[in-house]
Structures are given as C-alpha cells and as structure tokens.
C-alpha cells in the first residue's frame, strides 16, 4: 500500500451501529416529548415522526439534535438525552481491537454525516483519541459527503496523504476518490476483495497499513 500520512474514518456502520442514533430519535426525544406534554407514548411518536417528516431528509435541519429540542420545546437537555441513548451505544468488535492501533501509528480524524453530538458522546464514553472530528452537518452545513467536502477537509489536513474508510459505497468510496484522496469500502459482509479495494474489517485494514 502507498504511503498514507492520515487514517479517515466514516462513523455509523462503520465504527458504530445505528442503534444509538435510532433510540435518541425514535424513542428517547418522542418519550420525553410524551411526558413533557402529557400524552401517550404513542401520541407522542406519531406527531414526532410526522414532524420530522414535515422537514425531510434533504433539509440539514433534519439532522441537527438542537433544532429539534427547540421547535418541540422541550426542557430535557441534550446532554441527558445523549446519556439515555448511550445504554444502545454498540461498537463494532473489529473496532474495538483495530483503533487502538490505528490512532497510535497515524492521525486520525472522523468524517460523518452524523451530529458531532454523536460522535463526541462516543468518543468520550469509549475515550477513544481522536484528533479531528469533522460532521458535515454541524460543521460544514451540508448533509452529505460530497467530493467538495473532502477537498474542504484535505486543505484544513494541508493537503497530506489521506486514506479514507466508509461503508457507503459513494459517501465513503467514490466520493474520496474524486476528491484526490484514497478510500477503502468497508464491507463486514465482503467476500469479493475487488482488487483489494473492499476490506471486511478494521483489523484488514491495520494488516495493510501497520
């Protein structure tokens, strides 16, 4: 493998399973929301979720926790929120065993379409090292991961030798790659290497690197 100088990491299904993220939207904020208002859970769900469909995914404010807080006025704060979910925070093993050596040899940064709130809620209930975090949605005010994102987020790196790792076969595989970067598939369930540019885990990764 060609020299790389920084290790790009992709978040959920990649480091993390959507569990978290899906209790902190589906049950944790419609739960509070029930007992704020004083209302069924079930009432609660189903005008949450029609509201966050009111908005859509192509709208950044779809991903962004504090938006919701506030337009359902909801005196909860995000901090203990985030604290509920954690019970369904679920970390790959293959992670587990893999980062350790991944963030000791290189530098290491995230790139997620994910809330930052996320990504640091994990980081520091695993107290995993990381030295930059970039969300799209919190701190470049796009919802995707687009070519133009990676090229942003390579000049901020000053333009070092970027190997990037996603399971989205554009966000995380394409995309990098139109950007000037590197980028590797991730693939848990991969059984044709494709040239090797397809690996099924962390641990494959730090065979090719380390």
Do not use: C
């Amino acid at each position: 493998m060609e020299e790389v100088d920084v290790i790009s990491l992709d978040f959920a299904g990649t480091l993390v399973t959507m569990d978290m993220i899906d209790y902190f939207w589906n049950e944790a904020i419609p739960r509070h929301h029930a007992k704020e208002k004083g209302i069924s859970l079930e009432e609660a769900k189903e005008f949450v979720l029609s509201e966050y469909d009111k908005i859509g995914m192509k709208d950044l404010r779809w991903y962004l926790p504090r938006y919701w807080l506030d337009r359902f006025k909801l005196k909860v704060s995000i901090e203990e929120l985030l604290k509920e979910s954690l019970r369904y925070l679920k970390v790959f093993e293959d992670v587990r065993k893999a980062l350790p050596k991944i963030t000791s040899k290189f530098t290491t940064i995230i790139v997620s379409n994910a809330s930052r709130e996320f990504i640091e809620t994990f980081l520091e209930h695993e107290k995993i090292r990381i030295d930059k975090v970039f969300s799209t949605v919190t701190d470049l005010g796009v919802i995707s991961k687009t070519p133009e994102v990676y090229k942003k987020i390579g000049k901020e790196m000053d333009n070092r030798k970027i190997l990037h790792i996603g399971d989205d076969f554009v966000q995380d595989f394409i995309n990098p790659r139109v950007a000037g970067w590197r980028s590797l598939l991730l693939n848990r369930e991969a059984t044709d290497r494709k040239g090797g540019d397809v690996i099924s885990s962390l641990e494959e990764l730090v065979a090719q690197i380390i």
